[in-house]
């Protein structure tokens, strides 16, 4: 009896080992087309980080005309004194979401100069709650410029990194998920190309482009299709799957 209790119980520590084994790594890599990616999360700046304080002055940059109005049915275009009052109400109020918790700071260096970029929302609470997304690059000067931006309406949660950074074997530039569009930064263009880039482009300009041997072009070529099997893998590697209630 002792025998066969203790075969069984070697047999239950097998079981819960494997299972164990096979929990632990599962999901930090994603392969596509023989290419791997992973989370580029944790980038450490060369320059000192400023305060949230200082990164603020930066959202007047935004440009809030697109934002819905209190009344969505409100289709009158924003004067230029309703712009600056929301810019200016953005630089007040600061990185905070519509809960009134500090907005998570994500750093990264997404062009490749050696200068940080960051990333971060900001929203503002009430029954119609508008979160807005940025994303900033780092210039050599000390400055940040807005490069990229979208906004939710009324969603219920925010977004902790609107922009998630992606490590693509073999690429020196990380891919950027926005959603399940994806985009690279072009350092000759000083532009990004995204998956939209590649839809609204004409069969020659594709032809043209991969002629000329533009990475960013095969790559995107390559992952766009798996956009969306890619953002559920991304939010998925992240706290609350990369969304905080309020």
Known sequence: MKILNLQILCFISTIAACVLANSQPTGKTLEIDGRKLTLEMHTKCPQPQPSRKELAKYLAQYDPSGDPRLDIRDETPWSREEIKETQDWLVENGFYYPNGKKSVITWMDFDGDGICDFTASA???????I??????????????????????????????????????SGEKLPVLAKGQILMQWQNDGQQFITCETLSSATLSEKQQQLEKNEKSWKLLTTLCPYGQKIADWTVNQLPNKNKMPY
Request: hydrophobic share 35%; aromatic share 14%.
């Open 123 to 129: 929203g503002i609470g009430g029954m119609r709650s």
């Open 131 to 168: 979160d807005r997304m940025f994303l900033f690059r780092g210039l050599s000067n000390g400055q940040y410029q807005l490069v990229d931006s979208y906004h939710t309406y009324m969603e219920g949660s925010s977004i902790l990194v609107p922009y998630i950074p992606i490590k693509v």
